[in-house]
């Protein structure tokens, strides 16, 4: 393949959560490192914006936390969820042994372009956007590098460990042949914007009534809308036609029901396919994947960003000083998938029973919903949503810089 040619002594594919963290990191440790991105910008609505106490301890050991709370974002100290009639608090995270005792909001492209201008202070540090790769380059059996293609051209990447961040629908482990577990998922979530007020009320997080799943995340200036459907219900919602949608929501938000005319057309509202799974192998000699690109995550919890900040955590601590003295071994590649698989597999277990006993039941539910016993049982005993602030806003297994 004729074109461009660099080099570095790591190859990232993928400006995603996981991609920057550990670009940022090993730049920091005197590593070179390529992150090539596809698009030009950050800008997608598919992002989560969830920025949990985990990743904002992170940010304080790093020395930048208060420059990245000057971004703008939302607090949260704890999460509701409304069930019919009754709002319940799901996770309390003022007792958390953190610096941030909640939850921050913030748009995923602010939170990328933040990793971003930290790394660019590093000259170790190269990020080329509208940069996709298309392939893995091989040597003997260990792969050497990535093809990838550029407004300018062809690209030929060469480096002694190619890291797959790119995502869930990941070109290079598809590549690889990497064999992956389906967990399966019983929804999809249309996605949509509808404008937000200064006299609107703060909203539950997450309402569940009557066979129906409403998502709202407050963005400043807008409401991020997610409608959960039944998996691959998509046309069935169509073809009820775009007033009925918009009637639908508007029962959902009535205080904003007198904005749902600015869902002008299907085209303003995306479809984001829900999708769990894990690679029951992360790595081939020169490969590792880290993120979704390794464990696809449900927006259950929020915590996809934040696992995926963790696997970048942990990848530079084990590979940062091999990676500089050229020996990134099969084995180091290893230690990094048993370090990350067991928090990965707890965590999605937590996923999928919540799905099984939650998520399908209130979506094949026609009346009013109640809170489920879990609910009931967290508003009756407020110190168990300081259990489930742990897991939610720790994880299983939180990494450290140190």
């Known amino acids: 393949m004729g074109g461009q040619t660099a080099r570095a002594q790591c190859c990232i594919a993928g400006g995603g959560p996981a991609g920057l963290m550990l670009a940022l990191l090993l730049a920091?440790?005197?590593?070179?490192?390529?992150?090539?991105?596809?698009?030009?910008?950050?800008?997608?609505?598919?992002?989560?914006?969830?920025?949990?106490?985990?990743?904002?301890?992170?940010?304080?050991?790093?020395?930048?936390?208060?420059?990245?709370?000057?971004?703008?974002?939302?607090?949260?100290?704890?999460?509701?969820?409304?069930?019919g009639a009754e709002v319940v608090t799901l996770a309390d995270f003022s007792h958390l042994p953190t610096r941030c005792k909640f939850i921050a909001f913030m748009p995923q492209w602010d939170f990328l372009d933040f990793l971003a201008g930290r790394a660019r202070r590093y000259p170790t540090f190269d990020l080329r956007m509208r940069a996709?790769?298309?392939?893995?380059?091989?040597?003997?059996?260990?792969?050497?590098?990535?093809?990838?293609?550029?407004?300018?051209?062809?690209?030929?990447?060469?480096?002694?460990?190619?890291?797959?961040?790119?995502?869930?629908?990941?070109?290079?482990?598809q590549t690889a042949r990497l064999p992956v577990t389906e967990l399966g998922a019983p929804m999809d979530v249309l996605w949509f914007r509808l404008s937000r007020r200064p006299t609107d009320t703060d909203q539950p997080l997450a309402r569940f009534d009557a066979g129906r799943i409403f998502v709202v995340v407050n963005r400043g200036a807008h409401w991020q809308c997610g409608y959960v459907i039944p998996k691959g219900a998509?046309?069935?919602?169509?073809?009820?036609?775009?007033?009925?949608?918009?009637?639908?929501?508007?029962?959902?938000?009535?205080?904003?029901?007198?904005?749902?005319?600015?869902i002008e057309s299907w085209d303003d509202v995306k479809l984001l396919t829900v999708r769990v799974d894990r690679l029951s192998r992360w790595h081939e000699p020169g490969l590792l994947c880290i993120g979704d690109a390794a464990h696809a995550m449900s927006p259950v919890g929020g915590v996809g960003i934040n696992l995926a900040v963790q696997d970048a955590v942990a990848a530079a601590k084990i590979l940062a000083s091999p990676l500089r003295e050229g020996r990134a071994t099969d084995d180091l590649l290893g230690r990094v998938q048993r370090r990350r698989q067991w928090p990965t597999r707890v965590t999605q277990r937590i996923q999928v029973t919540l799905q099984q006993n939650l998520v399908s039941r209130a979506l094949a539910s026609g009346?009013?919903?109640?809170?489920?016993l879990f609910a009931r049982a967290l508003r009756l005993v407020p110190v168990l949503r300081r259990l489930t602030a742990r897991v939610i806003g720790l994880g299983i297994r939180p990494e450290h810089l140190r």
């Open 132 to 173: 996709e790769v298309l392939g893995l380059r091989m040597d003997g059996g260990r792969v050497v590098g990535v093809e990838a293609v550029t407004p300018e051209g062809p690209l030929a990447v060469q480096a002694d460990l190619v890291v797959a961040a790119d995502g869930r629908d990941s070109v290079l482990r």
């Open 28 to 83: 920091r440790a005197g590593v070179s490192v390529i992150v090539l991105e596809k698009h030009a910008d950050f800008l997608r609505d598919f992002r989560g914006d969830t920025i949990h106490p985990s990743t904002l301890e992170l940010m304080s050991e790093l020395g930048v936390l208060e420059e990245f709370l000057a971004l703008p974002h939302e607090e949260f100290p704890t999460l509701r969820a409304r069930f």
């Open 234 to 262: 998509l046309e069935t919602i169509r073809a009820r036609g775009l007033e009925w949608f918009r009637q639908e929501i508007g029962a959902l938000l009535p205080f904003a029901a007198d904005r749902t005319a600015e």
């Open 367 to 372: 009346r009013a919903m109640r809170p489920p």
